[in-house]
């Protein structure tokens, strides 16, 4: 199993990795919004991804980056859903099997946000509005 990165605006797949790729992505999704990067850490060993600050990071980051990870509640213990909710992303879990592409976008999704059965094509719920009216 693999956890997936999905955004809350499209339900598009931003992400599918391990939980050391995914903690490296939400790093990264973490620096563009907020331009600091905070040394975070990963841990799935209860089955259930878990991300938290890393105890370097207070040698890392300044009095003032501190601060605000602590005014955004991102802490040493598990801070997933916090970090998830500042970023717009949700984490899922689920197989390989279960992705699908839109035919029209190109982009993954879970294939529940894929309509596969009315057209010749596959279709993501945000491109069959369009793809309908021009078939």
């Known amino acids: 199993m693999q956890y997936h990165v ?7 797949i931003k992400c599918s990795d391990g939980p050391e790729g995914v903690r490296e992505f939400l790093e990264d999704l973490f620096y563009l919004k907020f331009d600091f990067n905070p040394m975070l850490q990963d841990n799935d060993e209860s089955g259930e ?3 938290y600050l890393h105890t370097d990071t207070y040698d890392e980051c300044g009095e003032e980056q501190l601060n605000k990870l ?3 509640g991102i802490t040493e213990c ?3 859903q916090t970090i998830c909710n500042l970023l717009g992303i ?3 879990k689920f197989s390989k099997d279960e992705i699908a592409s839109c035919t029209v976008c190109k982009t993954s999704y879970h294939e ?3 309509n596969m059965v009315d057209y010749d094509v596959d279709v993501c ?4 509005p369009a793809y309908k009216t021009s078939v």
Do not use: G, H, R, Y
């Not at 999905?6 to 598009?12: T, V």
């Not at 719920?125 to 069959?128: D, I, L, N, P, R």
């Open 6 to 12: 999905i955004s809350l605006e499209n339900n598009e």
């Open 49 to 51: 991804l878990e991300v």
């Open 70 to 72: 602590d005014e955004l």
């Open 78 to 80: 598990d801070s997933l």
């Open 90 to 92: 949700k984490i899922d």
């Open 112 to 114: 529940n946000e894929i």
């Open 125 to 128: 719920t945000t491109c069959e």
